[in-house]
């Protein structure tokens, strides 16, 4: 079946630095991947839509200059969360879909000390 | 607005105790609805997805059905390998899913 790869599993940065996630699709391409953020016990809110050569659309709420996103292939988005605060903590995740259905990447957890 | 709403929040059971969760929904044009599994540090793994009022399908011991308002999750003699978190979703062509909250299930052998 469809596979989305997110790398890394886990990050632990301090804070004020910047931390880049990816996310790629293996055995399909993608002019869509979206990044999703889960808080713990909580469900995933859609954070922004990652379009393969233009601009991320973001949701109500999200910073854009804090959460800095790249689609510059068929098979590959970057998530860059730009000068990383203890609030940003949490628990990052890609998501695509191959045509049928949507297939999710493994998640990061991000941890800002 | 669309809303996503399940039900319960935790769920407890004894290996080999059915039961089913819920899922409840509020859109303005259901273009699909899924079922997800989440196990603790991982992404969502896919489960199901339902289309129209009626429509049931199964996998091993789960069985989800579809009705205009809602959707069920039936769990048959639950093993503690089925421990996990149940995510609900819907597809409105936002090209986005929309979450309900999930229900946490633990099962004890």
Redo the contacts between chains.
């Keep these: 079946g469809a596979v989305?790869s997110?790398h890394p599993s886990r990050v632990i940065c301090k804070s004020g630095t910047s931390v880049k996630i990816e996310c790629r699709s293996l055995d399909f391409q993608a002019t869509?991947m979206?990044w999703y953020r889960q808080f713990p016990?909580?469900?995933?809110?859609?954070m922004a839509?990652s379009n393969e050569g233009s601009k991320a659309t973001y949701e109500q709420g999200v910073e854009k200059d804090k959460f800095l996103i790249n689609h510059a292939s068929l098979t590959l988005s970057t998530l860059t969360v730009t000068s990383a605060h203890p609030e940003d903590s949490s628990?990052y995740?890609c998501?695509a879909?191959p045509g049928?259905?949507?297939?999710?990447?493994?998640?990061t957890?991000l941890t800002v000390v | 607005e669309d809303q996503v709403t399940q039900s319960p929040e935790a769920l407890r059971l004894q290996e080999g105790e059915s039961s089913s969760l819920n899922c409840s929904y509020t859109v303005s044009g259901l273009r699909g609805l899924f079922w997800y599994r989440q196990d603790p540090g991982k992404g969502p793994e896919f489960l199901f997805t339902l289309y129209s009022a009626g429509e049931e399908k199964e996998k091993e011991r789960l069985k989800a059905t579809l009705t205009k308002k809602e959707s069920f999750l039936h769990i048959t003699a639950p093993k503690p390998e089925d421990s996990a978190t149940y995510l609900c979703a819907v597809d409105t062509g936002r090209r986005a899913l929309t979450f309900g909250s999930g229900t946490r299930l633990q099962v004890q052998p």
Excluded: A, C, N, P
Aim: aromatic letters at 16%.
């Design positions: 989305v997110q869509t979206f016990k909580q469900s995933l809110m859609l839509t628990f995740i998501s879909s049928e259905g949507y297939t999710f990447g493994s998640g957890r």
